[in-house]
């Protein structure tokens, strides 16, 4: 076997074990809400994730990536060597795929994202020097440490706060959720759909301007509104005095908005994620194929359906377990907060990551926990895991970065 | 491997439930007790005095428990000093039981005729309100999934209310028993002070219930 046919076949493999710990790790707190607060049991939660995990990672994953992920490195410095990077992308993806194994299994929600980042920028350092990382770059990523959690939690906070208001507090909360359903899931199939529609969908070669895309997401959106209706006025009411009943029923209508959501952050969570697995594999495609450097690469159909396939497969293999010890526990989280959390993180994750910004599902979802905590919507909220979460967030670059530098350095001392 | 579920730690306010229902077994034998004990069963009033006490060890088993997990790193949907405020309000009312217990056991006393019929109204009304309290605290799960407003904060308002006037009626008859009370000149001094000791120890249970109504009216939203 020559040397690119093994780099080729290493690549995939690690671009593989990679994928499978972004299933692994991710699926159990993108769907984890849903599973805990019983909307679903968790083989739905599963099939849910792996439809939605395919999809978004297949449709909206991406056509065209740049070599490097946020362009963090110039690729220029590997022209005279282009091999380097190859062995760069390699070390990198077995550096954030053996982080986000060690996180999993200390049950620390990191960002796949930045475990990537992390391990590009150490590799750079190692190749080229500091000045070879483009820091502003890497900057905009540690802000977004700071933005994605703050905004997933502004946004739950003031969803729940809304939700409260118009629903919990009034007096006949049923009818009033009967009410509001149809909206919610107007704007739900509306943010999903402009998401599929505008940039995404390379794969279907459908190519809309943002106001067709946003057109089209309303018509989708109306479709679902009217679909709803009628199945939201079926909903039996309950007599305004039985409190008790009254608020189950308001419940069991937030289960249905819930697997929506469901289905939503699994969606944005592919999109969003799985060019952290095919990304580099792609690059190293492209350089071994042309021999060159270049700024951008196309991204191979076949690599995206095997970043999504093996999403899938790692969180039908190890995901699994996780999500049936969610499902076997009792959390303490009802129906409408979960909806508000995973609405919110995956509002969020698909609004900022068509604005550019590499913000994290994880991270995401974490905050707008919160945020329905700080609105009073939760019976507790943990501070002390919190601190720990954070920490592991802190810990997730310097880690990845020193691991993908050495691994750099010995590819480099016995591969040459 | 734990998830951003852990986020979540266990609930404090099904324990408080646990606690109010071992309280609640205690107040349903405060009846029983005076019964017992007006009809000079002390046999019968030792075995009610054994299961108070048992009822009272288990409840305070709980309370400290609550106490060891709320670390001050939880945050809770309401003032954690108010729902320590519950807590001992709960907890104090089955220390009073447990002292009228105590207090019985210390002599065997004639309870005079013309005190009967108003002691056991003090009674029955103690209990009453009593119940009523360890009602409220069960509404505490609907209160939280209301988000402290709408129908359920207005049903909770109605019952901290109640509470609230039934204590003031208590104190009302707590002073025409103890009227009465020191109006009899055949009493020993020792069976006046053990009966006024009841008498203070009922409106105990009575002044730990309303405070519960009060705690529970802060968590609403205003």
């Known amino acids: 076997m020559d040397l690119s046919t093994f780099l080729m076949v290493f690549a995939i493999a690690a671009c593989i074990y ?7 790790n991710d699926v159990a707190n993108a769907m984890g809400t849903s599973v805990g607060s019983g909307s679903l049991t968790f083989k739905q939660a599963i099939y849910v994730a792996a439809v939605a995990e395919f999809a978004g990672a297949y449709f909206v994953g991406g056509h065209v990536s740049d070599t490097i992920r946020k362009g963090m490195l110039d690729p220029e410095i590997f022209s005279d060597a282009p091999l380097h990077l190859v062995y760069g992308m390699i070390a990198a993806l077995v550096s954030a795929a053996l982080w986000l194994n060690i996180a999993s299994y200390l049950g620390w929600p990191v960002s796949t994202t930045h475990s990537i980042v992390g391990a590009v920028v150490g590799f750079g350092v190692m190749a080229g020097g500091v000045d070879a990382i483009n820091w502003g770059k890497v900057w905009s990523v540690v802000v977004s440490w700071v933005v994605s959690p703050v905004m997933g939690g502004l946004v739950a906070f003031f969803l729940f706060r809304f939700l409260t208001n118009q629903v919990f507090r009034r007096r006949n909360p049923l009818l009033y959720a009967k009410r509001i359903l149809p909206f919610m899931v107007f704007l739900v199939c509306v943010i999903l759909a402009n998401a599929m529609f505008y940039k995404g969908l390379k794969n279907l070669h459908l190519d809309f301007s943002y106001p067709e895309a946003l057109t ?30 009254q608020l189950e029923a308001t419940e069991n209508i937030f289960k249905y908005l819930q697997i929506t959501t469901a289905f939503y952050i699994a969606f944005a969570h592919g999109s969003n994620d799985v060019a952290n697995a095919v990304g580099p594999l792609a690059a190293v495609v492209s350089i071994l194929n042309s021999g060159t450097v270049a700024m951008k690469v196309a991204m191979p159909t076949w690599i995206l359906v095997l970043g999504g396939g093996f ?29 508000c959390a995973t609405f919110s993180g995956a509002t969020v994750v698909l609004v900022c990551s068509k604005m550019g910004l590499p913000v994290s599902t994880t991270h995401t979802l974490v905050g707008s926990v919160i945020g329905v905590g700080l609105a009073r919507g939760l019976p507790t909220l943990n501070l002390g895991i919190i601190k720990e979460i954070v920490m592991s967030w802190l810990a997730t670059v310097p880690f990845t970065a020193l691991l993908s530098a050495i691994l750099f350095k010995l590819m480099l001392l016995t591969l040459g | 491997m734990r998830t ?82 519950l807590l001992s309000a709960q907890d104090d009312i089955a220390d009073a039981v447990e002292d009228l217990a105590v207090l019985m056991r210390i002599k065997n006393i004639d309870v005079p005729e013309d005190l009967s019929k108003l002691l056991v109204d003090l009674v029955n009304y103690v209990v009453g309100l009593a119940n009523d309290a360890c009602n409220m605290i069960r509404e505490l799960e609907d209160l939280l999934e209301a988000s402290f407003g709408g129908a359920e904060a207005e049903k909770v308002e109605e019952m901290a209310l109640h509470l609230g006037v039934g204590e003031y009626e208590a104190d009302k008859k707590q002073f025409l028993l103890a009227q009465k009370l020191f109006s009899l000149n055949d009493l020993s001094a020792a069976d006046l002070f053990l009966l006024n000791e009841l008498i203070k120890k009922l409106g105990a249970v009575a002044d730990q219930s309303e405070k519960i109504g009060k705690t529970l009216h802060m968590f609403l939203s205003r």
């Not at chain 1, 999403?311 to 979960?338: D, Q």
């Not at chain 2, 005076?34 to 046999?43: D, H």
């Not at chain 2, 005095?49 to 709320?70: F, M, P, T, V, Y």
């Open chain 1, 216 to 245: 089209y997401a309303i018509i989708f959106g109306m479709v679902g509104f009217l679909i709803s209706k009628p199945l939201a006025k079926k909903i039996p009411d309950v007599p305004k005095k039985e409190i008790h009943k």
């Open chain 1, 18 to 24: 990679m994928a499978c710990n972004i299933g692994a």
């Open chain 2, 4 to 85: 951003i579920l852990s986020m979540f730690s266990k609930s404090p306010f099904k324990p408080l439930v646990s606690h109010i229902n071992q309280v609640n077994e205690c107040v349903n034998l405060i009846t029983p007790l005076f019964e017992a004990y007006q009809s000079k069963n002390y046999g019968k009033v030792e075995e009610i005095a054994k299961d108070i006490s048992d009822l009272e060890h288990k409840a305070d088993q709980i309370k400290s428990d609550i106490r060891q997990h709320l670390p001050q790193s939880i945050f809770l949907p309401v003032d954690k000093r108010d729902f320590m405020r």
């Open chain 1, 311 to 339: 999403i899938v497969f790692g969180l039908l293999v190890w995901g699994r377990r996780v999500m049936e010890t969610i499902g076997s526990k009792i959390t303490e989280i009802t129906p409408s907060r979960g909806f």
